[in-house]
């Protein structure tokens, strides 16, 4: 099978338990860094799936990589390669299929109830309501013939699907050592105000029953996503041979 395209935008937002989950499923990927030069692919069709990582930025920022990433997304979205986005990867995946990507009422920073649409339960082990984690600013519309998945009481839009596409507003991905690194690298961020901000105590309380919980939700949601990855097609040994011989008979 092709590899996965795993994108990452900054050193600190990693792919943290996406890439535990891909190297116990034998899921081959492509690391693609291109905060530190690395060329865009233009061809989707060359990856089994692409995920792309969260980033400091904006869908709208003037970045160099932001429009090739686009594009590549484009690109998947025609020719229905499988993409996960997390947190900003989700906004560029909105905006790739034509949707709108805007400033959310307020920052929603920190742990937070969502609820599970009827229809998506199955991607997050039947639950009706999760606990999911957060760092963001923006928020999408949900494209046109794609479907909410999780919607939040600070943020409407927090996941969709459309077609093998999954979005996720949220990071599914963290891990307890990776939110400790945001909370030391955003404790500016963590003096705004805001109903949806979080104190950093609040942050990293009962951190391990957290992430491990968080952990099994991505497990799920993981597993139904690489469920739809392009594979190359399989030819049954010895099928022609019983074609030819049902013919003859």
Do not use: K, M, N
């Given at each position: 099978m092709?590899?996965?395209?795993?994108?990452q935008h900054e050193p600190h937002q990693g792919p943290g338990y996406l890439q535990q989950f891909l190297e116990q499923q034998d899921l081959r990927y492509r690391l693609i860094r291109p905060d530190?030069?690395?060329?865009m692919p233009r061809r989707a069709a060359d990856f089994a799936g692409i995920v792309v990582l969260g980033s400091e930025h904006g869908v709208h920022d003037d970045v160099a990589w932001i429009a090739p990433?686009?594009?590549?997304?484009?690109?998947?979205l025609a020719r229905e390669v499988?993409?996960?986005?997390?947190?900003?990867?989700?906004q560029l995946l909105a905006v790739a299929a034509g949707a709108r990507v805007a400033r959310n009422a307020w920052p929603n920073i920190g742990w937070s109830r969502v609820w599970?649409?009827?229809d998506a339960r199955a991607l997050f082990r039947g639950e009706p309501l999760v606990e999911v984690f957060n760092w963001h600013y923006d928020t999408f519309e949900i494209p046109r013939g794609g479907r909410r998945l999780l919607f939040g009481p600070h943020c409407l839009n927090k996941g969709f699907a459309l077609g093998p596409h999954l979005a996720l507003q949220c990071h599914l991905e963290v891990t307890e050592n990776s939110v400790r690194d945001w909370c030391r690298m955003g404790r500016h961020e963590l003096q705004l105000q805001g109903?949806?901000?979080?104190?950093?105590?609040?942050?990293?309380r009962e951190l391990p029953r957290r992430t491990q919980r968080l952990h099994g939700l991505a497990r799920c949601?993981?597993?139904?996503?690489?469920?739809g990855l392009l594979r190359p097609p399989r030819v049954r040994v010895g099928a022609p041979f019983a074609a030819a011989q049902a013919i003859s008979r």
């Open positions: 092709r590899p996965i395209a795993l994108i530190l030069g690395d060329a990433e686009r594009a590549l997304l484009q690109d998947a499988p993409v996960l986005g997390h947190c900003f990867g989700a599970v649409t009827p109903p949806a901000i979080q104190s950093e105590a609040e942050l990293l949601a993981y597993q139904h996503w690489t469920a």
